[in-house]
């Protein structure tokens, strides 16, 4: 439950938004679990993924082939019915 100083479960609320021409999303930080992980909500559809530090670090090691990989999702796909 947040307190009025604007905190939750002694931690500060952290939110952004962050939109481009393909995407929108909004980023914050979820403390409920065992350890914190990064909330990041899909503000077109409203799906979430929470992801770990160790994921997060991940994303720094990958290639660039990988990351254009990911992005082959949904519509984006090269089987997707236009």
């Known amino acids: 439950m947040p307190s009025s100083d604007g905190h939750r479960d002694g931690f500060p609320q952290f939110s952004?938004?962050?939109t481009n021409e393909f995407a929108s999303v909004r980023l914050s930080?979820?403390?409920c679990g065992?350890?914190?992980r990064l909330r990041?909500?899909?503000l077109e559809t409203g799906d979430t993924v929470h992801i770990d530090p160790l994921e997060l670090a991940s994303f720094c090691q990958v290639t660039d082939l990988d990351?254009?990989?990911w992005l082959r999702v949904g519509q984006?796909?090269?089987?997707a019915v236009a």
């Open 67 to 69: 990351r254009a990989a």
């Open 16 to 18: 952004a938004v962050l």
């Open 34 to 36: 065992h350890t914190p």
């Open 40 to 42: 990041v909500e899909d």
């Open 76 to 79: 984006y796909r090269s089987d």
């Open 29 to 31: 930080v979820d403390h």
